[in-house]
């Protein structure tokens, strides 16, 4: 049997094109269930869907979205604030899987020399997140590993394991202490991520009116400019409305 190319003999150049692009488009679909199943959102939240969010949320999320997928998101992320039950986990994961699930790879973080990005995008609740800061001072092998996360969600210079998009679930539930620690800590990682036009999407149950005794004025003023607040504040959660 004689084949040109290791093409099927009596193919054309189109369907081998097409061949291609299947191939193409698999690899690319597989890679994205990769960065998914990596940004480690519970399994809870994964059949939700911008259209179950309440109208109101539904449109600021789907700007918020299409602004990342068309690449002219510049950092400015999403804060979330209600009582508990009221959908914030819910509006903030939507938000986080639909940018994983569209935006391109660009965008998510392709680094010259390294290829694709490894883990785009990454849920973490508040307190894992001190947990792990604080896990990062130990001088063995668990404080390295710690210390690794907590780069990739600050953002390494040229680091292929960059989180690009992050989402922070239920700020402020450690402020009760207010301890200078987490407040620094916070304030670091929120301004860092917005110098590097990598959004942040926050819930919590801190009303704005009370951030700046939670958080400290600098952050307060900080979060009122570089985020989009969302009240979910006597939201309605039926679908549709
Ligand atoms: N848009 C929605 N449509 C239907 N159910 C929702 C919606 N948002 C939240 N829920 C349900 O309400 C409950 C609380 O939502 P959650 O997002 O965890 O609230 P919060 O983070 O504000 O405490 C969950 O059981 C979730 O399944
Ligand atoms: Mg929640």
């Not at 939507?94 to 020399?113: C, F, K, Q, Y």
């Not at 508040?126 to 947990?131: G, K, P």
């Not at 207010?178 to 110098?195: E, K």
Request: aromatic fraction near 10%.
């Amino acid at each position: 049997m004689t084949t040109t190319w290791g093409k099927p003999e009596g193919e054309t150049s189109e369907q081998t094109a097409e061949v291609h692009r299947r191939w193409f488009e698999k690899n690319q679909a597989m890679r994205r269930d990769r960065w998914q199943e990596r940004a480690k959102v519970p399994t809870r939240f994964h059949h939700f869907s911008a259209l179950d969010l309440p109208a109101g949320v539904r449109t600021e999320v789907q700007g918020f979205i299409d602004g990342c997928v068309a690449g002219t998101d510049g950092g400015v992320g999403l804060l979330f604030y209600g009582p508990p039950g009221s959908g914030k986990t819910t509006a903030a994961t939507v938000a986080l899987r639909e940018v994983l699930a569209r935006a391109s790879m660009d965008w998510l973080g392709r680094t010259p020399g390294l290829g694709a990005p490894i883990q785009p995008g990454r849920f973490i609740s508040y307190a894992d997140l001190i947990a792990l800061q604080q896990r990062a001072f130990r001088s063995d092998d668990r404080g390295e590993a710690a210390q690794e996360i907590v780069d990739s969600l600050f953002l390494d210079e040229a680091d292929n394991a960059n989180v690009k998009i992050l989402a922070l679930d239920d700020v402020g539930k450690e402020h009760s202490g207010g301890s200078g620690f987490t407040v620094n800590v916070f304030h670091r990682l929120i301004r860092t991520r917005f110098d590097a036009a990598a959004p942040t999407i926050i819930t919590t149950n801190i009303y704005p009116d009370a951030w700046a005794d939670g958080y400290g004025e600098a952050t307060a003023s900080f979060l009122s400019e570089a985020f989009l607040t969302i009240p979910m504040v006597g939201r309605d959660r039926r679908r549709g409305r």
